[in-house]
């Protein structure tokens, strides 16, 4: 299989990722937790530079595409024993914009905020999260993008 193969399969994957945790939220309802939106940035970068590299076969480009697929691939590992409490997560949370806006008004917006947790398992199939899901996935683009950087590219001299 060619690089530029690889590297389009591998932009691909990030992209049915991306786009099944986007059809969660908005198609099931299935409001996304700091965690999960910080797992969706690496797949989005993965699928740009899979484009990049449709059109320039670089084995820098499939490094990269590997970097970021790690990195979403370590996120969602992170996320899932953060689930199973294995380790605390983070106490975060997201408010929205509070610039220009009163103490009555930034309170009624908290309080108005969803409160999606990381430790809460929202959905699940075989016994694995989403976020155990992606981190098993993502570590298998990981291995495709590698096997993209190992591709020569050009023609082969006849032997």
């Known amino acids: 299989m060619s690089r530029r193969f690889l590297t389009t399969l591998a932009g691909l994957g990030s ?3 991306l786009l099944a945790a986007l059809g969660f ?3 099931g309802a299935l409001a996304p937790c700091p965690l999960c939106i910080t797992q969706r940035w690496p797949h989005l970068a993965a699928v740009l530079i899979a484009v990049v590299a449709f059109i320039v ?4 480009l ?3 595409g590997a970097a970021a697929a790690a990195v979403t691939s370590g996120v969602g590992a992170y996320h899932f024993g953060v689930e199973r409490r294995w380790w605390e997560g983070p106490d975060t ?3 929205g914009e509070i610039g220009g806006k009163s103490p009555a008004e930034l309170l009624d917006q908290i309080l108005a905020a969803p409160v999606v947790r990381c430790d809460e398992i ?3 199939f075989l016994g694995v999260s989403m976020a155990g899901w992606n981190a098993l996935a993502s570590a298998g683009l990981v291995l495709i ?3 993209a950087a190992t591709r020569r590219t050009g023609v082969r001299a006849a032997s």
């Open 62 to 64: 499939a490094l990269a």
């Open 93 to 95: 949370c997201v408010a």
């Open 145 to 147: 993008w590698l096997a």
């Open 15 to 17: 992209a049915g990722l």
């Open 122 to 124: 929202a959905w699940e």
């Open 25 to 27: 939220q908005y198609l």
């Open 57 to 60: 076969p670089a084995r820098v």
